[in-house]
């Protein structure tokens, strides 16, 4: 009886071993840039052991102004978003030679490249530090777009005169005198005058940062 018992539950260790083991499936031999995830050859180009084409990608998510890319379509995309959906309109509303992307609060955001620096009554300029310093010709009722991580900063150039102008920055009115320095916000403006130097409309301003 003892015998019987022991065979017994020898018998019930092999039969639980074998339902519960496991070889799994082998791994796939890939070839590069392909990477063996799982039982399949795939694409990771952001290295987080996921299958690109399986995993949802935020298509303006990104840490720095290298996660992100132009789409003269849809603009400033994500990268690695970019390269899962290849197909994707065809327009040009944002042309290479007028957009640039910035990763700003943590989203790919397309910003208009400085392409001139006299603006006419009505018209509106937007750059960002790496554009700095930079001499404007304003005329009145003309804005500059200052980017920020936090957003524009927004001035608007109200008055004209030989001699001074006067800008708005959000609710503030300031006035600059001719050779006069003002650090308003996060820039620094100098009005060194108009130009035609005898009958100029356009008042011609430098901006730098302010110094710490």
Known sequence: MRKEIILALLLLTLITVACTSNPGMPTPTCQPPYKALGSVCCLDNNNNNQCDDTEELDSKACETDANC???????????????????RPDCAQFPSTQYECKCIKNACSEVQKLTETK???GGKVRFGAEKLPITLEMQKDTKILFVTEAGD????????????????????????????NKAIGPLNFVYTGVNPPKSGNFAVIKLTQPEA
């Open 69 to 87: 890319e132009l789409d003269q379509c849809l603009g400033c995309i994500n990268t690695e978003w970019g390269k899962v959906n290849t197909q």
């Open 119 to 121: 603006i006419s009554a």
């Open 153 to 180: 900063e927004v001035y608007t150039l109200n008055e004209l005169q030989e001699s001074q102008i006067t800008l708005f920055y959000g609710k503030e009115r300031f006035t600059i005198k001719k050779g006069e």
